[in-house]
């Protein structure tokens, strides 16, 4: 089956998302029907306290995880396609003291690259120590501290300094 998903990020910390079960252009052209679509909405008991502000979809080591960024400074990685597990929350990282303003995954790498309002960019990457387990976990490898060239808050620039990371 063609499936495809969008995601969503919310003010008050959760997230959603949408999985479109036809790409019939027919479908497409008729609009919207509640059969054409599903809406899951992660696990609330570990959802975000503030806006949520980023969100990565990818894979790591064959899982499909959503990675997301929030305003309550934390990082958390999720299994959104696992409905056993009600699409659990499996880490929250924890590191950064302020806003998280972007982020990117790595993928030949297994980097993740971080920035955030308390002027500090930061690298975590995949721990092999912990390659038994059933999700991948985070650790941080390195962190670039006033990172800016100017001192300034500006979420622009902090998002430009982790897009030089881009694989592109």
Known sequence: MNTSYMFAGFSNGKIVFYRKK??????????PSDRDHETVTLDSQNSH????????????EGLEVLISGSADSTIKLWEPMNQKTNSRCFQTIIGHAGTILDMI????????????????MKI??????????????????????????????????????????DKK
């Open 22 to 31: 036809h790409q019939d252009p027919k479908s497409m052209l008729d609009g």
């Open 124 to 165: 975590w990457r995949v721990d092999k120590a912990r390659n038994l387990l059933l999700y991948p976990w985070f650790v941080q490898f390195q962190q670039i501290t006033e990172f800016s060239s100017v001192k300034s808050q500006s979420a622009l620039e902090a998002s430009v300094w982790v897009q030089c990371f």
């Open 49 to 60: 306290k503030g806006d949520v502000r980023k969100l990565i979809f990818t894979r790591i």
């Open 105 to 120: 995954y790595l993928e030949k790498v297994q980097l993740l690259v971080t920035s955030s309002t308390d002027n500090t």
